[in-house]
């Protein structure tokens, strides 16, 4: 069942803008929302709206084992090459 989670979201990684995929990496690769906004020159309230709006996008849920956080990375080390780069526009919001 968890499997099957974050191969699903693998396939909405499209859905997410520019942005959006800048932060999942950083999420991936264990930054905290602050650092992140840090990075990204982002409020620590929009780096909060913007993790939760990707979560949802990609229908990651947490579960009593498993954070959202965790579940990203699943998430991306699924994902195929390529599949998590840039797109040449931003999706809308």
Do not use: W
């Amino acid at each position: 069942m968890l499997e099957l989670t974050y191969v699903a979201a693998t396939s909405r990684l499209d859905r997410l803008g520019i942005q959006e995929r800048q932060v999942l990496q950083l999420i991936a690769h264990g930054q905290s929302d602050a650092a992140i906004g840090r990075q990204l020159g982002l409020s620590p309230l929009a780096t909060e709206e913007i993790s939760t709006r990707i979560f949802d996008k990609l229908g990651l849920e947490p579960s009593p084992y498993l954070s959202r956080r965790v579940l990203a990375v699943l998430t991306l080390r699924q994902a195929p090459a390529g599949a998590t780069g840039a797109r040449s526009r931003d999706a809308a919001h």
